[in-house]
């Protein structure tokens, strides 16, 4: 399966940002799906999963109650919004795929990533 992040950018410490990702290939349904970050000079580190059919979700505790991961099946889409966005959010945020992420453990697949800047 082949992902593909969108939706990153510039936004403002307080802020909201939705990213995405897209993939390709295979059904994401077969899947649980998450989202990883790695900010400049830190390792990657776990933000996000969910489940086959959005049943149930996992959250790094530094992004619990802020981050909402949610998906489509029939877009083959999974979303990660971001709020009360914190300068140390900063990072490539990585969609991921398979594997043990659902436990926020490494998964099978990999995304490109998508860069999230929150000024101060």
């Known amino acids: 399966v082949q992902l593909q992040a969108s939706g990153g950018g510039l936004v403002q410490a307080g802020g909201s940002l939705s990213v995405s990702c897209a993939a390709s290939?295979?059904?994401?349904?077969?899947?649980?799906v998450g989202w990883f970050r790695q900010a400049p000079g830190k390792e990657r580190e776990f933000v996000a999963s969910i489940n086959w059919n959005g049943g149930s979700t996992y959250y790094a505790d530094s992004v619990k109650g802020r981050f909402t991961i949610s998906r489509d099946n029939a877009k083959n889409t999974v979303y990660l919004q971001m709020n009360s966005l914190k300068p140390e959010d900063t990072a490539v945020y990585y969609c991921?795929?398979?594997?043990?992420?659902?436990?926020?453990?490494?998964?099978?697949?990999w995304g490109q990533g998508t860069l999230v800047t929150v000024s101060s």
């Open positions: 991921a795929a398979g594997g043990r992420i659902r436990v926020g453990g490494p998964p099978a697949y």
């Open positions: 290939g295979r059904t994401l349904s077969s899947y649980a």
